[in-house]
């Protein structure tokens, strides 16, 4: 399959796990289990189609409040993520980045992250960016609590912040706004993920719980994507002379 417009950055928000399981009689951390198989899928998905970046959102700050079981679990299978596909994200010259408060993640967990920050820095051919204790309102809180601070040391001027300055400030701050985001699970909303870079993504939501998440979907969401119109506010015509310009 090819694409005319390809989203040069897609953010999922990987849903389901837990029901996937249910539906098997399974416990939730099975469905969790297969969901890390889903997301090398997604990785090697994104990255033979020449998508640039890839953004999953695997923990949120709000999933803290799940039982410590699960927490656990989904911690110890981003560590055996990181520590398994270290090898080969180094070789399809990946890079990994993580949003979120890494700091609060428990340590094996973090060591690993970092260790596969550091070993995949050089990669060109894709930035994989995991959302790791991640909240779109704590970020924009956190990127407002620094510049204020700034601002009271008279490093940063209020009357000149823009859009680009607070920019700088988020976690997302190396990449650009996402094109496409997807949701599986069937829900219809955005749970706290990248609310000020979504402003104007792209909406995708299929009912396929994540641990299904397959080529097949990846593709129904970027055909989906490239029969959109995205106009900026812009009317419909003159958005067609913009994105063919
Ligand atoms: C997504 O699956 C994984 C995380 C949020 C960490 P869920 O665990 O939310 O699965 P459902 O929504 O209960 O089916
Ligand atoms: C969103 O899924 C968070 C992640 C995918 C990490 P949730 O399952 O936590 O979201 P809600 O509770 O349905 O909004
Ligand atoms: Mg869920």
Redesign the pocket.
């Known amino acids: 399959m090819s694409f005319e417009n390809l989203p040069g950055h897609i953010a999922i928000i990987?849903?389901?796990?837990?029901?996937?399981a249910?539906q098997r009689s399974l416990p939730?951390t099975s469905?969790?289990k297969h969901?890390a198989g889903a997301v090398r899928t997604a990785v090697r998905g994104c990255h033979a189609r020449g998508i640039e970046f890839l953004t999953l959102y695997?923990?949120?700050v709000a999933?803290w409040s799940r039982p410590k079981e699960e927490i656990d679990a989904?911690m110890r299978i981003c560590t055996e993520f990181a520590e398994g596909e270290h090898d080969e994200l180094i070789r399809r010259g990946i890079k990994v980045q993580i949003i979120g408060e890494l700091e609060d993640v428990p340590t094996r967990t973090r060591r690993a992250m970092e260790r596969l920050i550091a070993d995949t820095a050089h990669g060109t051919q894709m930035t994989l960016a995991l959302a790791l204790n991640y909240g779109g309102r704590r970020d924009m809180v956190n990127a407002m609590r620094a510049l204020a601070v700034r601002a009271r040391a008279g490093i940063v001027i209020p009357e000149e912040i823009n859009e680009e300055t607070l920019r700088e400030y988020l976690t997302t701050s190396t990449m650009p706004d996402p094109d496409l985001v997807i949701r599986t699970?069937g829900?219809r909303r955005l749970s706290d993920f990248l609310l000020f870079e979504s402003a104007y993504a792209e909406l995708f939501f299929t009912e396929t719980?994540?641990p299904d998440f397959s080529d097949a979907t990846l593709d129904d969401a970027l055909t989906a994507y490239s029969r959109r119109q995205r106009r900026y506010g812009r009317l419909p015509a003159e958005a067609l002379v913009a994105s063919s310009g």
């Open positions: 990987l849903d389901g796990n837990g029901r996937w249910a939730r469905g969790h969901g695997a923990f949120s999933n989904l699970g829900e719980f994540w």
